[in-house]
């Protein structure tokens, strides 16, 4: 079985680069504007009177099938996983190249929310 022959480090390295890929499709402000077509924007004001805006999936279709998985972490970094699989799998220096640097990110993001909330911020 092929799962036999990879191994823990390669097996963290695509943890660590599906961790940070599905983090910026799903929740970076930088993607937002792939997001923005398969959602809308619902405004609900508050007792208080301030307001929040909430992203909610399009209706139907193809729209609102996508909308729902890029609302979901979950079933995003399921499809990420694959791809990034796939792309390890293949053996293509590009693809080991985008890897490599999807992983590194997301240690660096790891590090920065735990340096973040070790010093308050």
Known sequence: MIVQEISFVTILILGLASFRLTRLIVY???????????????EETNEDGTKDIYLLPK????KKWI??????????????????????LTGA?????I??????AAI?????VIISKWIGN
């Open 28 to 42: 970076d402000k930088i993607t937002e504007f792939l997001r923005s077509p398969f959602f809308n924007e619902v």
């Open 59 to 62: 209706e139907k279709g193809l």
């Open 67 to 88: 909308g729902e998985l890029l609302s979901c972490f979950w079933c995003t970094g399921i499809w990420v996983s694959v791809g990034i699989t796939i792309l390890c």
């Open 93 to 97: 220096k590009t693809g080991s190249f």
């Open 99 to 104: 890897i490599l640097i999807l992983a590194v």
């Open 108 to 112: 660096g993001s790891i590090i920065e």
